[in-house]
């Protein structure tokens, strides 16, 4: 399908020309260049922000808390921004309609950026976090046993992570993971054309996701870590059950596509979507794309089917 035409005027930016910036520049354009397709406030039951305390850092969390009193499922969102760029503010809109869409509590997480926060941290921040927020479930006024975790782009590569290590380590349970865009085989190992296909001209580049992989891994064998490259794990049964949504110019399609096949084959339920026409970091473009608006009405649907279990 050929390019949606609404993303002409973005992508004549020139997005190579951003990385030669420090690496502060780098992160307050990530920000802002996100703020045409925020809306006003929306508004949600309460807001509030505090940290908790894990084997990294205090790590900031933001709790959307929905309309209406008594305990209510929970919804863990993991932002994006290639382990480099990215904070809560950036997915303040979209956290707030989840909650009203959902009726469900969403608590945001703003770990530790690379390279000041090289892998493993970001992985063992989220983990601890989300392990925090299930063991304070009370406190939180959520159910322990209706907590789902998900997130756009590496965030959606942190949420397969943490769902993988909720089932090996048994602490807590994961009902339903959402991963959108995410980079799922770091150094591209498993082959995915869409990286050759989708190489340049579509904001993310093949290039820009190897920039980002360097600043993330202390060594490029650490890519072959399951934790870091969630594809290539050799045992996909009994994780939660998924959404997984991609895009047709992003040069991370396939290995999203791949994930999904492989969480099939092993038995776990999963709801794979591809959006035409579409580019990576589209979830964030609710008021420009119809399709950003359709992901995000899926991602409510699935939400609230999984919590009704």
């Given amino acids: 399908m050929p390019l949606n ?12 020309k951003i990385y030669s910036l420090p690496l502060e520049q780098q992160r307050e354009w990530y920000v802002k260049s996100w703020d045409d397709f925020k809306e006003s406030t929306v508004e949600v039951g309460a807001v509030s922000d505090f940290t908790v305390k894990t084997s990294v850092r205090n790590t900031p969390v933001r709790v959307y808390e929905p309309k209406g009193k008594g305990s209510h499922p929970a919804f863990i969102w993991i932002h994006g921004g290639g382990f480099v760029f990215g904070n809560i503010e950036v997915y303040d809109s979209i956290c707030r309609k989840i909650v009203n869409n959902t009726n469900c509590t969403v608590i945001s997480i703003d770990y530790g950026l690379s390279p000041e926060h090289k892998f493993p941290q970001p992985v063992e921040e989220c983990y601890q976090t989300v392990k925090w927020i299930s063991d304070h479930a009370e406190k939180l006024n959520i159910f322990a046993d209706k907590i789902a975790v998900g997130g756009d782009s590496v965030g959606g590569t942190l949420t397969a992570v943490v769902s993988r290590l909720s089932r090996d380590k048994g602490e807590f ?16 190992e498993t082959n995915p054309g869409s990286r050759v296909e989708n190489a340049e001209g579509y904001r993310l580049t093949t290039k820009g996701i190897e920039w980002f992989v360097r600043h ?16 290539l794990a050799e045992n996909f049964a009994d994780l939660p059950a998924a959404c997984i949504i991609t895009s047709e110019y992003d040069p991370l399609r396939d290995e999203g596509e791949m994930y999904g096949e492989r ?23 609710q008021q420009t794309l119809e399709e950003a608006r359709d992901a995000l009405a899926l991602v409510c649907t699935k939400l609230r089917e999984a919590f009704d279990q």
């Fill in 5 to 16: 035409p609404k993303l002409n005027k973005l992508l004549e930016t020139d997005f190579a």
């Fill in 173 to 188: 349970k994961i009902v339903y993971q959402v991963i959108i865009n995410a980079m799922l085989d770091l150094l591209g």
């Fill in 216 to 231: 993330y891994l202390n060594e490029l064998s650490e890519a072959e870590n399951p934790l870091a490259s969630p594809l």
């Fill in 263 to 285: 969480l099939s084959a092993a038995g776990v339920s999963v709801c794979l979507k591809r959006y035409d026409g579409i580019i990576h970091g589209f979830f964030n473009m």
